[in-house]
């Protein structure tokens, strides 16, 4: 497959970046539910910051998107994102 043909998601999480196993323990984590960018950060016992970039690049390629409550932000994990994290754990098991 040319490599213009494959979609940015797919690059996003299966790419050679350095960030590649952070950004699908984040997608794995919020497959459960909405969570906001410290809780993400304490389960994944990942700094905060690192986290909230990676929640930038992940929106920015729709994979989650963010609802505000309040002064609150919360990431959802969009049906791409659920897709994309599925067809990756599928990619880690065979």
């Not at 690192?50 to 390629?61: A, N, P, Q, S």
């Not at 609802?67 to 959802?76: E, H, I, L, P």
Request: net charge positive.
């Amino acid at each position: 497959m040319d490599k213009n043909q494959i979609e940015p998601n797919f690059i996003l999480l299966l790419g050679t970046s350095k960030g590649l196993e952070s950004r699908k323990r984040i997608l794995n984590l919020l497959l459960s539910d909405a969570k906001g960018c410290n809780e993400i950060a304490i389960q994944l016992e990942l700094n905060w910051r690192t986290v909230y970039r990676h929640l930038k690049l992940l929106e920015k390629g729709e994979l989650v998107k963010v609802a505000d409550f309040g002064q609150r932000k919360f990431y959802q994990i969009t049906l791409k994102g659920e897709n994309t994290i599925k067809q990756a754990n599928k990619k880690n098991t065979n």
